[in-house]
């Protein structure tokens, strides 16, 4: 089996560093900042805060709707038709934006679980537009492989949001509407940076926009955005509209508190596999075996580290995070810690599937997850709360592991098998 260079993984590597120092840099503010809201807000007023921003960030899916993954694999493979590419992606998930924007209103003025908090839900939904523009930005950034420009301006935005929010800790200003002000103003000074940063070397031009480039760019994200978009339902969405709905804002902070540990964690996985996938969609089928191979090691190994780190020490982040209100976010904690090797391992599944054109499979193992997701959910949350919906986290992870990891291992040993047919018959 030829061998990758060891220069493809030092490239890997450099990139994820870059990842690892703005998300180290990211996870320090994330976590002042649930030090400060908990304390600031209180446990239902903090749910409520969970609630509205995991929702709109659960749009946001529609508002990318796979067009950036799927833009940076276009571009890596065709590197002359960049600028058209980018084009495309910047005015379809300008599109996308607003859709995304009407639509979520639509629910939260006829929902009940948003009774209270529909003005608060308008105002966080704006987040979406400037979401879409720094993603946008990001093509290029990760397609040039160019991750500390990605990197600085995701930094950014949590520290103008950490800045703020300590403003209102000081203050004592416990206004959930002005926080989420200052949350979608974060993302515009960011969004807006990168997008300057871009329009300044010139990669966007009316002229490189047309209907068949914005089709075709659709067409081929179609089965990822849709992949995404149940991603995200049953990765939190769902979790959170069960807890609200039958046990209300505590329960959603509880396992709202202990998910984003959790959240926080699986990026390094999802930084590392950022990296790899440019090359992952540039290379031949040989280079990608060898790829999964080491890089399916290197997340087992770094997942395991971790989860065991999150499981010992679960108390003491609980503790340090929400304070002695939030203990019933430790037990959640814990079983989240187990689901992090297959998260991790899923990661490297999922850009599989991706940059090799196997999205419709993903999706279909995603609805599969979905429905069990939906169903366990629905079964366990009324009875077992914030650690029913760990329970199913776990499971649809694992779930989601036997199925990529047996499909590609399945793939890998039918075309080796057909391989050496064809060199007996030769």
Not at 10 to 25: C, D, E, S, V
Not at 155 to 169: G, M, P, Q, T, W
Not at 272 to 293: H, Q, R, Y
Not at 341 to 354: I, P, Q, R, T
Request: contains cysteine; proline residues 2%.
């Amino acid at each position: 089996m030829k061998q990758m260079p060891f220069s493809t993984f030092r490239l890997a590597f450099k990139n994820t560093l870059w990842q690892i120092l703005g998300r180290g840099m990211m996870l320090v503010c994330s976590f002042l900042i649930v030090f400060l809201l908990t304390r600031l807000l209180g446990t239902a007023r903090y749910g409520d805060y969970l609630f509205l921003t995991t929702t709109v960030l659960l749009f946001f899916n529609l508002a990318d709707f796979g067009t950036g993954a799927t833009a940076v694999r276009m571009i890596s493979q065709e590197k002359k038709r960049r600028r058209e590419i980018f084009s495309a992606a910047l005015v379809l998930k300008t599109g996308l934006s607003l859709l995304s924007f009407l639509v979520l209103n639509l629910a939260a003025f006829f929902l009940p679980q948003f009774a209270g908090l529909r003005p608060a839900a308008l105002i966080a939904s704006l987040a979406l537009f400037f979401l879409s523009v720094r993603t946008a930005a990001d093509i290029l950034f990760m397609a040039d492989l160019r991750f500390e420009k990605k990197v600085f301006f995701e930094v950014a935005a949590s520290l103008i949001f950490l800045i703020l929010s300590s403003a209102l800790f000081i203050f004592g200003k416990n206004d959930l509407q002005l926080l989420l002000v200052f949350w979608v103003l974060s993302g515009a000074v960011s969004g807006l940076g990168a997008l300057f940063l871009v329009l300044k070397n010139k990669e966007f031009g009316f002229s490189w926009v047309n209907k068949k480039s914005v089709k075709l760019l659709f067409k081929e994200a179609l089965p990822l955005g849709l992949r995404q978009l149940v991603f995200a339902t049953y990765d939190e969405g769902i979790d959170n509209f069960f807890l609200k709905t039958f046990l209300g804002s505590a329960a959603v902070a509880y396992y709202g508190l202990a998910y984003k540990v959790y959240a926080n964690l699986v990026l390094l996985a999802a930084f590392f596999m950022n990296s790899l996938f440019p090359i992952l969609a540039g290379v031949s089928d040989e280079g990608v075996k060898t790829i999964a191979k080491r890089g399916g090691k290197i997340l087992f190994v770094i997942g395991l580290g971790v989860g065991v780190f999150t499981f010992l020490f679960a108390p003491f982040l609980v503790r340090i995070l929400g304070g002695e209100a939030f203990l019933p976010s430790v037990a959640i904690l814990r079983l989240l810690a187990v689901a992090l090797v297959a998260a991790f391992l899923n990661h490297l599944f999922g850009y599989l599937f991706l940059a090799r054109g196997e999205q419709k499979k993903l999706l279909f193992f995603s609805l599969l997850a979905l429905a069990f997701n939906l169903g366990g959910n629905w079964f366990l949350v009324p009875r077992l709360g914030g650690w029913g919906a760990a329970i199913i986290t776990l499971g649809t992870e694992l779930l989601m592991l036997i199925l990529g990891g047996g499909y590609w291992i399945k793939k890998s040993a039918e075309d080796t098998n057909k391989k050496n047919n064809s060199k007996v018959k030769s």
